[in-house]
């Protein structure tokens, strides 16, 4: 079957490995990858954590949003969201039209092992305690749900996550 070259875009929650998988899944497919966060932090010479610092949220939001718009006018990439990106609507409803769309899930448990190497520049994920996390990873699950696909990564390497995007893709 022929690939389609629709953008793939690759949504869950922070540290599930979004930006790691994108890049072995763009070697994989060969396709140009391209990380949100990564973009954003070009265009604007800063990381994104002293975006939050520095100009608040609200200003990274609309970065955001402006960077998908651009990056979106080309098709046969890899995208790799940042965590918060699908719950934009207008981000969401544009991804799940004209993209594929591939959350990927990871059980709570597991992504707790992972939070003291992601706090320091995850913004979002400073000052809460693990419950106030939880919940937010529950509330954003079902958002990152209504992707195209979803996949759980528990106890896979990202290798081999790629391989079983680019399988379900495939298929699909
Ligand atoms: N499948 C995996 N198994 C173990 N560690 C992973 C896996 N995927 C990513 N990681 C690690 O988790 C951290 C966050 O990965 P990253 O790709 O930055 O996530 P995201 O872009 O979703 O925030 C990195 O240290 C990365 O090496
Ligand atoms: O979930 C979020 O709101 C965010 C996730 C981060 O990206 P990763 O999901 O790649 O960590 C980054 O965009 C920013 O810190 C906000
Ligand atoms: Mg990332």
Redesign the pocket.
């Known amino acids: 079957m022929r690939p389609s070259s629709k953008n793939i875009i690759l949504i869950?929650?922070?540290?599930?490995g979004?930006?790691t998988i994108g890049k072995e899944l763009a070697r994989l497919l060969q396709r140009e990858f391209v990380d949100?966060?990564q973009a954003i932090e070009a265009d604007a010479n800063q990381t994104?954590?002293e975006i939050?610092q520095n100009e608040g949220e609200e200003a990274?939001r609309k970065r955001?949003n402006t960077k998908f718009m651009e990056l979106f006018e080309s098709d046969n990439r890899i995208i790799?969201?940042?965590?918060?990106?699908f719950?934009q609507s207008d981000i969401q409803k544009v991804s799940l039209e004209d993209g594929i769309v591939v959350f990927l899930d990871i059980s709570f448990p597991l992504w707790l092992k992972r939070l003291p190497s992601?706090i320091a520049?995850?913004?979002?994920l400073q000052n809460k305690n693990h419950e106030e996390i939880r919940t937010l990873f529950v509330s954003r699950r079902e958002v990152y749900l209504k992707g195209h696909h979803t996949l759980n990564t528990d106890h896979m390497s990202p290798i081999q996550i790629a391989d079983n995007i680019a399988k379900t893709i495939l298929q699909a």
């Open positions: 869950g929650f922070m540290g599930v979004k930006t949100l966060d994104v954590l939050f990274f955001e790799s969201f940042g965590g918060g990106a719950l992601l520049d995850r913004p979002v």
